[in-house]
């Protein structure tokens, strides 16, 4: 299996609960690795920019609102199969459907404030990594 990266954000609800450390602890126990890590408070344009694949949706103005209501920590990942790895992490986008032992389950509180984000393919990761990192901030 090919070693891969992804793009994690820790999201507003979370960091607001002080998870951050419960939840990168999940991350690293599943062994994916830190590649580049900040904490970051996004501004709109930011946050449109980034869900700019969703901005047909209902849910786009209030998601860009949640987002940007408090700080975030975007993360790079690496580690075999990684993408997949912490799609299955995270758990539903629904955390009252989200399996026992996902990050979803553990602490996502509605289906917008679920704690986590994770690309969902390898087009993605690279476009979302690349969209919050330069490559000499890449440095785990
Ligand atoms: N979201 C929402 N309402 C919905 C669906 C999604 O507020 O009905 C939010 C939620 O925070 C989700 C994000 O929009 O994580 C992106 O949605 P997507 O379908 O891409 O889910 P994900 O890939 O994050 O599981």
Known sequence: ???EK????IKPDAVKRGLIAEILKMITDSGLK????????MDRAQAEG???????RPFFGELVDYMISGPVVVSCLE?????????VLMGATNPAQAAPGTIRAAYGLDIQNNSCHGSDGPDTAKTEV???FND?????
């Open 6 to 9: 992804t793009f994690s954000i």
């Open 34 to 41: 830190i590649k580049g890590m900040k904490m970051i408070h």
């Open 130 to 132: 690349a969209y919050f």
């Open 50 to 56: 980034f869900y700019a694949v969703h901005k047909e």
């Open 79 to 87: 580690g075999e199969n990684a993408i997949e790895k912490y799609r």
């Open 1 to 3: 299996m090919a070693i």
């Open 136 to 140: 000499d901030e890449l440095v785990g």
